[in-house]
């Protein structure tokens, strides 16, 4: 138990190995207030970083696909292999707290429906994050990759083009906006479970797991998408245009997603945990306005959770 002291009140913190559920709700939405506040060029960049992040992740995919003999006899491992590399993209771009626009969807909603932010500030995020992406999707595969001379052996090209024309060619519009949605689902999953975590490793494995199963599941991820699908327009797969991309690969993608991240995560957890709910501490710290309106009231409320006790006195008035 660790002891937080000022001038108004003393709060005692029991530390455990992880934030409890309502606590780590109340954490996204005091990530999101501050994402959704940057200045909109940061947010650009930060997007064009995550962008770069998935297709670095999404190249290791692909070479390690690359196993001919594996990939006849034994498919179901390979694609297991490469499912286990791909949840890296996600560690690296929340421990450099690069922004992803399918981990923005929860964020910022969450933070819209604590009355932190207005919706405009979310949607104006969720655009910025969504086109910086994309930039640094093309960057890493037409720059890093492209032009790099990487992915140019036969047996390589046909692991993309073969991948490329089972995600874009075979699916209907309906069946690739239903994957989004799970697929987001389990996405901001992650990124709550990661917040979760009061360790680098904790938030690590709580990352990797539900982005494993999206990923082996073969669901659709825009800014995925946004790597995988280019680099087989690039390696001139079959039946897969500029086109196709945008109203197969962008559009359906792009709503399952929004839907998944801020209804299905968002929407669910607020409901569950903050919702006509008293202000939660983060060990012992209120945010800045439920604070104000905790100290107009002349007392902050005793808070319990698995994890925490926050006992305070009465505020100085």
């Known amino acids: 138990m660790s002891r937080i002291q000022n001038q108004q009140n003393t709060v005692w913190v029991r530390n455990g190995n992880a934030y409890s559920p309502i606590e780590t709700i ?14 909109p060029l940061k947010v650009f960049c930060s997007a064009v970083s995550a962008g770069c992040l998935v297709s670095f992740a999404g190249g290791a995919t692909f070479i390690a696909s690359d196993i001919p003999w594996m990939a006849e006899n034994t498919p179901g491992l390979v694609k297991t292999l490469s499912s286990i590399l791909f949840p890296c993209a996600l560690v690296m771009i929340f421990m ?13 909603c969450v933070a819209c429906l604590q ?6 500030k979310m949607l104006l995020h969720w655009f910025i994050c969504f086109w910086g992406n994309l930039a640094g999707c ?45 697929c987001n689902w389990l996405v901001c999953l992650a990124a709550y479970l990661g917040l979760a975590g009061r360790d680098l490793m904790s938030r690590a494995m709580g990352m990797w ?29 079959p039946g897969v245009s500029v086109g196709l991309y945008i109203w197969k690969g962008i559009i359906p993608a792009l709503i399952g997603n929004a839907i998944g991240g801020g209804g299905f995560c968002g929407m669910y957890y607020y409901f569950m945990y903050l919702h006509n709910q008293d202000p939660v501490p983060i060990d012992g710290i209120y945010f800045p306005a439920d604070l104000a309106r905790l100290e107009e009231g002349g007392a902050l409320p005793q808070y319990e959770s698995d994890d925490c006790v926050v006992t305070t006195q009465e505020q100085k008035k």
Not at 26 to 39: C, D, P, Q, S, Y
Not at 97 to 107: K, P, V, W
Not at 139 to 153: E, Q, R, S
Not at 210 to 235: E, K, Q, R, S
């Open 138 to 182: 093309l960057f890493v595969m037409a720059i890093i990759f492209g032009y790099g001379g990487m992915f140019t052996a036969p047996s390589q090209v046909k692991v993309i083009q073969n991948y490329v024309h089972a995600k874009q060619v075979v699916p209907e519009w309906h069946h690739i906006f239903i994957r989004a949605i799970g």
């Open 26 to 39: 109340e954490i996204v939405g005091r990530l999101g207030t501050f994402k959704a506040n940057m200045f």
């Open 115 to 120: 009355g932190r932010i207005k919706w405009h």
């Open 96 to 108: 450099s707290g690069a922004d992803l626009f399918t981990g923005s969807t929860m964020l910022t």
């Open 209 to 237: 797991w539900p982005v494993f199963c999206f990923a082996i599941l073969g669901l659709d991820h825009v800014v995925a998408n946004m790597f995988f699908i280019p680099m087989g327009i690039w390696h001139h797969t």
